[in-house]
């Protein structure tokens, strides 16, 4: 029993994780229809922006909220600011042809990430700076509750709660929400749809931004390709909840990262990089669509 | 009978060239020839659910895995098995390992290929990880060490082992291309281009699009597999690592880079994606640095934007040849 707490409490940190990976997939995915090869090595990017950053100002000295804050700050600034690089620089380009070139273009833009952080950063896994004291917070017969834990459910929460507030209340959500609905509908009604992808590569590449420094919170070791199995993860969690469906999505990431803490725990910890791959075959032949989402047939 | 008279003169013009380049080339340039025919078969094979049926496969090295184990495999399991019957022992294993490959084809490629969309990139791309993760956990293929110790190509009378290869190489070569192109230009393979050119259409002309995408996919599986052998018994050892996403990338760069519906093109574009990084080795010695996967990445890119139907587009050499000569009269 107290060993089932646990791991509950362990998978819904690696579950909320993933869900903001995975936001970043289903929301391009939405308004563009196309698998952000490149999502994963942002997100990746995003580690190494907020581990520099809090070198140079020694975060390491003040462990607490306002450090982390500033690191996240970073993290997202970075992410952002390459979100909307690759977009501007080869999906823009692009908009408009075969939807098997820009999929090769997604792949480049990965591949070029990966070995560019190879080249800069070096090949070597880095140590990420602990930003937050793990400290126990409750600590009973049942449960121990780490802040560590709390941080990244707390942040999970909060980004999940800015990002419904986005999409549900503003205009700009409004207007992604229309374009993920019909593009050319969208353009037609005056919606400035260049404009609201730029928009959605910000907000997803932050999410990613958010998760990497998560990660390296709980698992403090960072390198160039440390976005590839959890990019893969993330999509596929997109793809169990709906792709495009942004509730879907993290609904799918928790399931995610519940089951494949439950696995480690009772089955074997070789199979946790089989089972996202098992989900994903299990969801494409019972039900492609995804948990949320909705079937579409295809008019002609 | 007529049918095969253009392969059997192409095999025995690769024959004779063989015995020249047997004599004329130092070893390394031999080796790279062999590599380049051998991702010739792995990236026309490719072609054909790339850019002839328009899906997107992202884990051909996968199924190259997969026929390389199996032959090296076989070829531990039985062993003088080869010693004895020559040649045919290796294309015994080669037609073994291409089968079970397209077993596999046919499993990850039910699923996905049933939707409409990107799943099959990212169940190939899955199945590449995951076959990696399986064979570094099975004892019996070797774990991390692989298999090594493969039985290469036999010696035969004064030809060397580079000419047996060669020849042995050449004729899948042969038989992937002549099959791919025959099938392509057949009712048959019309169907794969319908699926690519409209999908609606091509299921209301009463065309079971799934059955389609699927049997391209696993013919395509077969010759990875081939190819695999191939590798299995060229290169002497198979580990999990050298099948992995770059070298699935790198034959995704040959069908890209040649033109997507253009076998020919294939067969240029991986001679040039082998022989590039050889020569950019001279220019990692003056940089100090290796820039050879940052060219080929911003490489794909760039050619995505400017040149996205590749060298040839859909057409074949012999195109661009009558071309030539039309304007020179």
């Known amino acids: 029993m107290q060993d089932l707490i646990q791991h509950l409490i362990n998978g819904l940190s690696l579950g909320s994780i993933y869900a903001l990976i995975a936001l970043g997939y289903t929301m391009v995915y939405g308004v563009l229809q196309l698998i952000n090869f490149a999502h994963s090595d942002i997100y990746m990017m995003g580690a190494f922006a907020s581990y520099y950053v809090s070198r140079w100002f020694n975060f390491e000295a003040h462990p607490g909220i306002v450090t982390l804050c500033m690191a996240l700050l970073a993290s997202m600034t970075a992410c952002a600011l390459i979100g909307v690089a690759v977009e501007r620089f080869a999906y823009r380009p692009l908009r408009g042809s075969p939807k098997i070139n820009i999929l090769i273009t997604a792949i480049g833009v990965s591949l070029f990430l990966q070995f560019g952080a190879q080249l800069i950063f070096g090949p070597n896994p880095k140590a990420f700076p602990t930003l937050i004291e793990d400290v126990a917070l409750i600590e009973t017969e049942f449960i121990v509750l780490k802040s560590l834990e709390v941080t990244v459910f707390v942040i999970t929460l909060l980004a999940l709660g800015v990002l419904h507030f986005l999409v549900y209340k503003t205009k700009f959500g409004k207007s992604m929400r229309a374009v993920s609905h019909n593009i050319n509908t969208a353009s037609v009604l005056g919606i400035n749809v260049n404009k609201v992808i730029v928009l959605t590569f910000i907000v997803g590449s932050a999410l990613a931004g958010v998760g990497s420094v998560l990660v390296g919170l709980k698992y403090p070791k960072i390198e160039p390709l440390m976005g590839v199995m959890i990019g893969l993860k993330g999509f596929v969690a997109a793809v169990f909840g709906g792709i495009g469906n942004m509730t879907g999505a993290v609904i799918g990431a928790m399931i995610m990262g519940l089951s494949e803490e439950f696995v480690v725990a009772y089955l074997s910890s070789t199979l946790r990089d089989a089972l996202a791959f098992g989900l994903l075959i299990g969801i494409l032949i019972w039900k492609p669509s995804g948990l949320l989402g909705k079937n579409t047939v295809e008019k002609v | ?329």
């Not at chain 2, 990107?118 to 570094?136: K, M, N």
């Not at chain 2, 230009?185 to 281009?193: I, L, T």
């Open chain 2, 1 to 329: 009978m007529k049918n095969f008279k253009i392969p059997l003169f192409a095999y025995i013009g690769l024959l004779i060239l063989g015995l020249a380049l047997q004599f004329g080339l130092n070893a390394y340039i031999q080796i790279l020839i062999l590599q380049i025919l051998m991702f010739s078969i792995a990236a026309m094979s490719l072609n054909l659910v790339n850019g002839f049926t328009g899906q997107f496969s992202l884990g051909h090295a996968g199924f190259m895995a997969v026929g390389a184990y199996t032959s090296a495999y076989l070829s531990q399991l039985l062993p003088g098995f080869l010693e004895t019957t020559h040649v045919f022992g290796f294309f015994i294993f080669s037609v073994i390992a291409g089968l079970f490959a397209s077993f596999f084809g046919y499993v990850v490629g039910l699923p996905s290929l049933r939707l409409k969309g990107d799943y099959l990139a990212i169940v190939t791309l899955g199945f590449g990880e995951i076959l990696r993760v399986v064979l570094l956990n099975i004892e019996p293929l070797g774990g991390a060490r692989g298999i090594s110790g493969i039985v290469p190509y036999p010696e035969f009378g004064f030809l060397d082992r580079f000419w047996v290869s060669f020849a042995y190489i050449s004729f899948w070569f042969l038989v992937c291309l002549f099959f791919l192109w025959r099938i392509t230009r057949s009712r048959y393979g019309r169907q794969f281009m319908s699926v690519r050119e409209d999908e609606v259409a091509a299921l209301s002309l009463g065309l079971s699009t799934t059955k389609i995408k699927v049997s391209s996919f696993v013919i395509a599986s077969f010759f990875a597999g081939v190819a695999g052998s191939i590798y299995a018994h060229l290169i002497s050892i198979v580990t999990p690592t050298v099948f992995g996403f770059l070298m699935s990338v790198n034959i995704v760069v040959m069908v890209v880079l040649g033109g997507m519906g253009s076998f020919t093109g294939s067969i240029i574009a991986a001679a040039f994606v082998t022989v590039m990084p050889e020569l950019l080795r001279s220019v990692q010695s003056v940089t100090g640095y290796d820039l050879r996967m940052i060219i080929f990445s911003l490489g794909l890119i760039l050619i995505m934007i400017f040149k996205p139907n590749g060298l040839f587009g859909d057409k074949e050499l012999p195109y661009f040849l009558s071309k030539l000569k039309r304007k020179k009269v």
